[in-house]
């Protein structure tokens, strides 16, 4: 079964980026209480049981 790798430490967040969310057809991402290295709070990893592993959150995300 495919799953999705986040890198959250390159991530730009969900506030100033968050295409993941946006074309995520479950609408299975949420923000991170954590800021990451750059200041971000990036996205929590999906739930595998509920994520099709479509891939859309890894195809258009620009980081």
């Given at each position: 079964m495919q799953?999705?790798?986040?890198f959250?430490?390159?991530c730009k967040g969900m506030e100033?980026?968050?295409i993941c969310a946006f074309?995520?057809?479950r609408?299975?991402?949420v923000a991170s209480e954590e800021m990451n290295e750059s200041g971000?709070?990036?996205p929590l990893p999906p739930d595998e049981?509920?994520?099709t592993a479509c891939?859309?959150?890894?195809?258009?995300c620009p980081d």
């Amino acid at each position: 079964m495919q799953k999705v790798i986040l890198f959250p430490q390159s991530c730009k967040g969900m506030e100033d980026c968050g295409i993941c969310a946006f074309v995520c057809p479950r609408s299975l991402f949420v923000a991170s209480e954590e800021m990451n290295e750059s200041g971000y709070l990036p996205p929590l990893p999906p739930d595998e049981e509920k994520c099709t592993a479509c891939g859309n959150c890894m195809i258009y995300c620009p980081d």
